[in-house]
């Protein structure tokens, strides 16, 4: 709330209980809107932290709050520390009242002075208890900064030592939130190493540092590369600081990976050497006539204008537009996660700079089929052979795509090759292949040449041939899809130009995609569709068979069978005899609304939008009564092939919760004592008891790692309790 003087109210407070806590509120694969917890307010990521030098204010901090909205800032404390003045009124008022700031404020150690100057005279104890006397809300220990030209054994020691010094920090911080940075310079093996440990230790926050110097080099492969490392070996309820990291090209790529915060004072830097910083990089103002975004801080000034200023001046309004460029990549990304699109924004950054290219390119060509070598060969272990840094990098890739939400709603925009890449996709992808079954011994037709909505056009020819042996196929820009499948997200609503639609099929990748589904040796029969007159007469003539009459309704149960089996993860041979017998409510368009069992209860209903399937309670119960393996005890991940048919995933809540979640209430984060261990965010789950009873079904918020390790938000959406 902002006053009549324009000043904002002060930030309230989170409860003293809750300080600390990490929360998701949306997700979008690893990308998440988080709220982070501290005594000067609930800070929501992702989110910038401007570098406050607390000697040179070029934007004061309470301008930041009161005009730009900013949550949170980081200042140095070694530079408080090291200046009599400046530590005296830290320590007597405390730090907020020294910079005039009342949000979130973050301090740094002293580290990256260690990387610039050489050595620094405080020490790792004395550091963090200094921190803790003038009242931040985020301290940082003293960690050993690695450079990238650093040998292995001399990163490898940073590590040991960074880890050591953490056990001290963390027990002199006592309650005081903590930032745990990550460090391993350009190995892989060690920053996991760093990730492992310094998540074992219990900081509050996890910054990935010694990344400033590869960023200024252009190195954003290697950048992706330790994002990679460090993030998919950190405890996933801890948000992720990308230390030093504040140029807004940037952004939109780490954010998809997972990271939440940053930091920079790239923003006063460039205003200096007269630099403006873009979403695809950066301008120089002597070359500018016309500004390449309008901001509020020079809507009355030319760049011509702004040339004339003395330096001072000049450095003030550039400051403040790189700060109004950086806040708005920042709300950018934010919304592309609530709406589902922040690989595609990645993309499209991704093409702005060729080095960024090089690194989305790297990132999401799926490292698994890649020769994965070290970043660097100096002094890497001989041992070291090129299956194992596969393996590496495969498991990594795994970690990305298995936190992905699918299937969504809204069309799937077309971006190029791009596109067969996003990890959603790949996520379908795997889950249709994995858990879709072919019925049918005869050859394959392959339907192509048209868009969806497929049953529209040619539903009456399927429903005229489907009872015949041929296995049904529809060709789709990002793949092939059974029949059955037709109206499932993301393959149906690819938005794209005509010709992508019209592209003739590649016989040899569609008879490798026929073998990822099981189907070998078969005849594989291709049908343009693209022109539906005379459609049905060509296909009875090209198939040598006699036109027939409309098959019976009961022919309909085939698209609920895969379905299940799709979505629900259901064993074939159960999901028909789930739907035997049963009747359906159909739309005006033919579509199937409601699944009516012989016993007159409604079990499921196809969502029309994305092609997805929700349950009742009378179907929760059905799948329920499915279950043969054991009541899961704890918070194992592995591969969804090693669960194909064994039905939803089940979560299992502590006593405490059951009732309200009978009631159906949402689970919430810190009640979970156990899960499947193919639970994935987005997928149907069934929440049970101790004792396996069932008590109510609904959407899964999370992955089986964040059941165990978050307190804080909505673990399951509850659809519905069951009584």
């Known amino acids: 709330m ?18 600390g806590n990490f929360e998701i509120t949306i997700r979008d694969g690893q990308a998440r809107l988080g709220k982070l917890h501290t005594k000067h307010g609930i800070v929501e ?15 004061e901090p309470r301008e930041m709050w009161d005009k730009y909205g900013i949550q949170a800032l980081i200042t140095n404390s070694y530079v408080i520390w090291k200046h009599d003045k400046l530590k005296n009124v830290a320590l007597e008022n405390g730090v907020h009242s020294l910079i005039d700031y009342p949000g979130m404020i973050m301090t740094d150690s002293g580290t990256f002075q260690s990387y610039v100057y050489g050595d620094v005279e405080v020490g790792v104890e004395e550091i963090v208890q200094f921190q803790k006397d003038i009242g931040v809300d985020v301290a940082t220990m003293l960690d050993v900064f690695t450079r990238p030209d650093m040998k292995f054994s001399e990163v490898e020691r940073a590590v ?59 190195k954003y492969k290697d950048l992706a590369k330790i994002m990679f490392a460090c993030k998919s070996n950190l405890a996933p309820n801890r948000p992720v600081h990308m230390f030093g990291c504040g140029h807004p090209m940037l952004f939109p790529m780490l954010i998809a990976m997972g990271a939440d915060l940053f930091d920079s004072a790239a923003y006063v830097l460039f205003a200096r050497d007269g630099r403006i910083l873009t979403p695809w990089g950066t301008e120089k103002i002597a070359e500018l006539e016309e500004w390449p975004i309008l901001m509020p801080s020079i809507t009355h000034f030319s760049p011509a204008d702004v040339r004339k200023m003395n ?12 700060l109004e460029i950086t806040l708005q990549e920042i709300s950018r990304c934010r919304q592309a996660i609530r709406d589902g699109t922040i690989w595609r924004l990645a993309e499209r950054r991704s093409h702005e700079h060729p080095a960024l290219r090089e690194a989305f390119l790297w990132l999401t060509t799926n490292p698994s089929k890649m020769k994965m070598e070290p970043l ?87 429903e005229r041939i489907c009872s015949l042996d041929y296995e049904l196929f529809i060709q789709t820009p990002i793949g092939i899809i059974p029949w059955n499948l037709e109206d499932l997200n993301p393959w149906a609503h690819v938005e794209g130009p005509d010709w992508l639609w019209n592209s003739k099929p590649d016989f040899v990748k569609v008879q490798n995609e026929l073998k990822s589904f099981g189907i070998h040796d078969r005849k594989l029969i ?116 090693q669960h194909v048919g064994k039905g939803p995933a089940w979560v299992v809540v502590d006593s405490d919760a059951e009732p309200f979640v009978k009631d159906g ?26 004792s396996g009873e069932l008590l109510a079904f609904g959407r899964s918020q999370s992955t089986p790692a964040e059941f165990e390790t978050f307190t804080k938000g909505i673990a399951v959406k509850v659809r519905e309790g069951c009584p």
């Open 376 to 462: 660097i060969l100096d002094e890497v272990s001989a041992s070291k052979e090129v299956g194992e840094e596969k393996g590496r990098w495969e498991e990594n890739w795994d970690w990305l795509v298995n936190s992905q939400l699918t299937p969504r709603g809204g069309g799937e925009s077309w971006g190029g090759m791009d596109t067969l890449n996003r990890p959603h996709i790949e996520m379908a992808r795997r889950k249709v292949i994995s858990r879709w079954k072919s019925r049918k011994p005869g050859d394959v037709i392959l339907f192509h040449g048209t868009s969806a909505p497929w049953r529209d056009k040619i539903g009456g020819l399927v």
């Open 160 to 218: 040991i030592e960074t880890i050591d010094r953490g056990k001290i920090s963390v027990d002199t911080a006592d309650e005081m939130m903590l930032n745990g940075p990550i460090q391993g310079g350009l190995y892989p093996d060690l920053r996991a190493k760093s990730a492992k440990g310094m998540s074992e230790l219990g900081f509050s926050v996890h910054p990935i540092g010694g990344i400033v110097p590869i960023m200024e080099q252009q």
């Open 665 to 690: 209430r949402n689970v919430m984060h810190g009640f979970v004592t156990a899960c499947d261990e193919w639970t994935r965010p987005g997928e149907i789950v069934l929440i049970v008891n101790s």
């Open 45 to 59: 990521t992702p989110c910038l932290l401007p570098v406050i030098n607390p000697n040179i204010r070029t934007i």
């Open 2 to 19: 902002k006053w009549h003087d324009g000043t904002r109210e002060n930030p309230k407070p989170c409860r003293e209980k809750d300080e």
């Open 526 to 641: 291709p049908i343009d569709i693209s022109d539906t007159e005379d459609l049905h007469n060509r296909v009875f003539e090209l198939l040598g068979i006699e036109p027939t009459g409309r098959e019976p309704d009961h022919k309909k149960e085939n698209q609920i069978v895969d379905k299940l089996c799709v979505l629900c993860n259901v064993k074939q041979t159960d999901a028909i005899s789930i739907i035997e017998g049963s009747t359906f409510v159909m739309s005006r368009t033919g579509r199937i609304r409601n699944v009516i069992n012989s016993e007159g209860e409604h079990l499921f209903s196809p969502r029309l939008a994305e092609g997805g399937i929700s349950l009742t309670v009378s179907g929760a119960k059905k799948l329920h009564q499915l279950r043969t393996g054991k009541i899961p005890s704890g918070f194992d991940s592995s591969d969804l092939n």
């Open 311 to 322: 330096k001072e001046e000049r450095t003030i309004l550039l400051s403040k537009y790189n």
